[in-house]
């Protein structure tokens, strides 16, 4: 289930928010690697999963074909206080990885930005997991996945 929120008197949605940032800091990333003749692009999604539209999942990927810049897992509060560990997963070797759960309010996100700069070692779906950490001490809950294809 995709989402947009109005986050300000504004009217900009958290989703574009966050599609904005991610695309400046991939301006910033392409125009640092401007001399490596590499052609690039962006790709960003986001889902808001099994959250009770309270938490946006997004991921963001830069580069162009198998050569990748970064990628970036997000994920943002819209409503309610959570616990959360957002984790960047695929097919390449270098992935899984995590950030520690943190506490999330409302309007704020955590990411995990992974750097590669490089050919990914596979072609496929690369992915952001959010995971909720509940208060009864059971395993974590996955509540949103995001997929993009990198080939």
Known sequence: MRRTTQASSMGVSTTSKLKIGLLA???????LFA????????????????????VETCIAVVGSGLFVIEMTATACVVDSTRTLQVCVRGPDSALAVCTPF???T??????KP??????????????TRTWRQNDDGSSPTLIGE????VS
């Open 146 to 149: 995001q997929c993009e294809g």
């Open 25 to 31: 800091a991939a301006v910033c990333t392409t125009a």
């Open 106 to 111: 409302p309007g704020s996100c955590i990411a």
């Open 114 to 127: 992974v750097m590669f700069d490089r050919d990914v070692n596979h072609s496929g779906q690369y992915c």
């Open 102 to 104: 943190e506490v999330v």
């Open 35 to 54: 001399d490596a003749g590499v052609a690039s692009a962006s790709a960003t999604d986001c889902t808001t999963g099994s959250s009770g539209d309270n």
